[in-house]
């Protein structure tokens, strides 16, 4: 959780709503087919969950700064370099922008191709 002391109190940004962005923001991304589970742990556990928005979404806060893993399936034939370039970069951007916090990685694993 990030955490905000200022004169009027405390801001506090829970790391499910940081996983709810990246995932709007992954679903929107050209060359996305979907995400993936993280492990078998979190593959079984997806069967009984009714929001799956998360899936393949991993975030740490440390120091107030915030760490994403995303797992994704891309579409055949795209560049892949290059889509997950813009991908870390859009989720970097929008995740500063929308809860001013710095951002110091974003790790982009591609698990599968789908056609």
Request: aromatic share 6%.
């Given at each position: ?18 996983s709810n962005i990246v995932s709007i923001v992954a679903g929107n ?80 694993f591609v698990d599968a191709v789908t056609k």
């Amino acid at each position: 959780m990030l955490r905000l002391d200022n004169s009027n109190g405390i801001i506090a940004v829970d790391d499910n709503v940081i996983s709810n962005i990246v995932s709007i923001v992954a679903g929107n991304c050209f060359g996305i087919t979907g995400m993936s589970a993280k492990n078998v742990t979190e593959e079984f556990w997806e069967l009984f969950r009714r929001d799956t928005s998360d899936k393949g979404i991993s975030v740490r806060c440390n120091n107030n700064a915030i760490e994403v893993d995303l797992h994704i399936t891309v579409v055949y034939g795209i560049n892949i370099p290059a889509i997950t370039e813009s991908i870390a970069h859009k989720i970097t951007y929008t995740l500063e922008e929308m809860t001013g916090f710095k951002v110091s990685s974003v790790n982009i694993f591609v698990d599968a191709v789908t056609k």
